[in-house]
Nanobody
Framework: QVQLVESGGGLVQPGGSLRLSCAASGVTLDYYAIGWFRQAPGKEREAVSCISTYISSSDRRTYYADSVKGRFTISRDNAKNTVYLQMNSLKPEDTAVYYC???????????????????WGQGTQVTVSS
């Protein structure tokens, strides 16, 4: 049984940092593209970042939404079967439930497509507020 579990969310002040984790069981994350998505109250779920299928330690393809570029960093730890989202310089508009998901993307242009991700976690709440 495939299971993705997010953790690391919480309440943080504007300008602060959080690191989200996406731990997998029943699936080897190396074989999948892993995306992070978020959904704020009353809004649609949106793509935040994606890391491609593991190719090599020197070839890690990552993608980011314009709204988080330069502030968020996605990475994977193959030994721990875990993907991380380091979030710095957080803003109130980053407040949302954050989800990780695993899937296959045919090319870089497709990474934000929610329908391409087969497995989803239950989400973790991130609140940025003073």
């Amino acid at each position: 049984q495939v299971q993705l579990v997010e953790s690391g969310g919480g309440l943080v002040q504007p300008g602060g940092s959080l690191r989200l984790s996406c731990a997998a069981s029943g699936v080897t994350l190396d074989y999948y593209a892993i995306g992070w998505f978020r959904q704020a109250p009353g809004k649609e779920r949106e793509a935040v970042s994606c890391i491609s299928t593991y190719i090599s330690s020197s070839d890690r393809r990552t993608y980011y939404a314009d709204s988080v570029k330069g502030r968020f960093t996605i990475s994977r730890d193959n030994a721990k079967n875990t993907v991380y989202l380091q979030m710095n310089s957080l803003k109130p508009e980053d407040t949302a439930v954050y989800y990780c998901a695993a899937g296959f993307i045919p090319s870089s242009d497709y990474w934000p497509g929610l329908s391409l991700y087969n497995y989803w976690g239950q989400g973790t709440q991130v609140t940025v507020s003073s």
